[in-house]
């Protein structure tokens, strides 16, 4: 059992390296199904998230072999059939967009019902929808989805409401489908332009990715291609509200400012100073001793990101006067805020809205991380607290972040992992 122990009260200045987009990578890595070929991914995230993707396609056959840190070379030629192993997909939520890759390569596939942070229901119906407007038929038994084919052909597909994931699966499914398929209410995230320029790196014939409307025309195949993942934009945020937190004053690299404008836009509201650099690929955050309350509702893109939510509504746990954070996305987003009020908070939640009262500062306490990004804000609460924070369940962190101690280090926080031995700790109570 690894834990985080964080000694608060240190801003954190310097800079620091934005690795490579999560949601973007674990989509990209079953696409390379498609190519049957050799792909080569570069400023891949070093995250378990994407080991258990990998380790998913070298579970069917495919050969992987990492050149560097970041890079890595892919060969799915050798992949044979289209099931994917229970204990492998029950870890992520990523697992799904196995289906849509396996289904358009092989017109066959056998997933699991994916796994990942436990955030409320999130159904697949939108992905079955889709799959079965392209000619499949879909049998759920035993927690297993089996989809199967004679045929993939091109239509019009509607979602009932937006879905990055059945949005992904649609991209996937309907790459080598017969003629042409228009995907409507689409979702518009970064990590959905990402794939769709990866696959037509690969060949396929995609427009509109980044609209609500998005056009694939049908290729008979696919080839093997290298390409670079973008940079993550929930990391790069927060790294922003850690550095607004504590009052420091950093720099990030590897970022595209366009992907951060709505986590932008709501730190300078509170009194952050954001400076982009005319380069287009560095941000300064400088934070400050005062914020001020804003409110916050979460939308899909271009709105404010759900994944950046806990992070932010931990800065507001700090600002003067009161905030309102409504969820959208997500049933049981707040699970969180039980910690924070260890830490001091006062939030009450009421379904999906969080009245925050802002308090004059955080204390350290023993904490727990439910999710990925509360485990973050967690950090974030941990880094801008007085006295010593000691957070659990980290491995939920690790699951969507590189090195995230290493790189609180190098901007001067007290922060270091150990490992607790929870037997000998039994043996000695």
Known sequence: MDKFIINGGTPLRGEVQISGAKNAAVAIIPAAILAADKCILDNVPSISDVNVALEILADMGASIRRLNKSKIEID??????????????????????????????????????????DLGSRPIDQHIKCFEALGAVTDLQHGIVDIRADKLIGTQIFFDKVTVGGTIN????????????????AAKEPHIVDLANFLNSMGADI??????????????????????VIPDQIEAGTFMVA??????????????????????????KMGVTVEIAKDNDNVRVIGTSRYEATDIKTAPHPGFPTDMQPQMTTLLTIASGTSMVTESIFDTRFKYVDELRRMGAD????????????????????????????????????????????????????RGYENMEIKLRNLGADIVKRQFDEEKLRKAL
Request: aromatic share 4%; with cysteine; net charge positive.
């Open 76 to 117: 799915t030629s050798c992949i044979l059939d289209g099931r994917v192993s229970h204990d492998l997909a029950r870890s992520t939520r990523g697992s799904s967009y196995f289906l849509g890759a396996l289904l358009g390569r092989f017109k066959k596939a056998q997933v699991p019902l994916p796994g990942g942070c």
């Open 170 to 185: 649609a991209l996937l499914a309907c790459a080598m489908a017969e003629g042409l398929t228009i995907i409507e209410n």
């Open 207 to 228: 427009m509109g990715a980044g609209t609500d409307v998005i056009k694939v025309k049908g290729v008979q195949r696919l080839h093997g291609t290298e390409y670079s």
């Open 243 to 268: 550095a607004a937190a504590t009052g420091g004053d950093i720099t990030l690299t590897n970022v595209i400012p366009k992907h951060l404008e709505p986590i932008t836009a709501k730190l300078r």
């Open 347 to 398: 939030i009450t939640v009421d379904s999906r809205v969080a009245v925050v009262k802002g308090v004059p500062n955080l204390t350290g306490a023993p904490v727990k991380a439910c999710d990925l990004r509360a485990g973050a804000a967690l950090i974030i609460a941990g880094l801008a607290a007085q006295g010593t924070t000691e957070i659990e369940d980290i491995y939920h962190i690790e």
